[in-house]
């Protein structure tokens, strides 16, 4: 999904739906798990299938962080350490 081919749908891959998120999050900060969701619906009727590996994909490049006991997802600006 992330690596580019011929045929990918450029409206329906990771980093599209990743720097949606990103926006979204760097505006709010802290964002919950359903609202977060709910701000891919818009890219069609797999943006529920890109949800997860977008998220992923953020977390593994250290730019959010899931907080269990609120549900939600914080934005980590880069370089700030925390």
Known sequence: MIRP???LNLNMCVLRAASRLLAKLQVDR???YEDLRQNL???GEDADVLFLPTVHFLYLLG????HTQTD???YIQPGSGS
């Open 5 to 7: 081919a011929k045929h």
């Open 30 to 32: 802290i964002c919950g």
């Open 41 to 43: 619906s818009n890219l």
């Open 63 to 66: 730019l959010v962080e899931y």
């Open 72 to 74: 939600s997802f914080e």
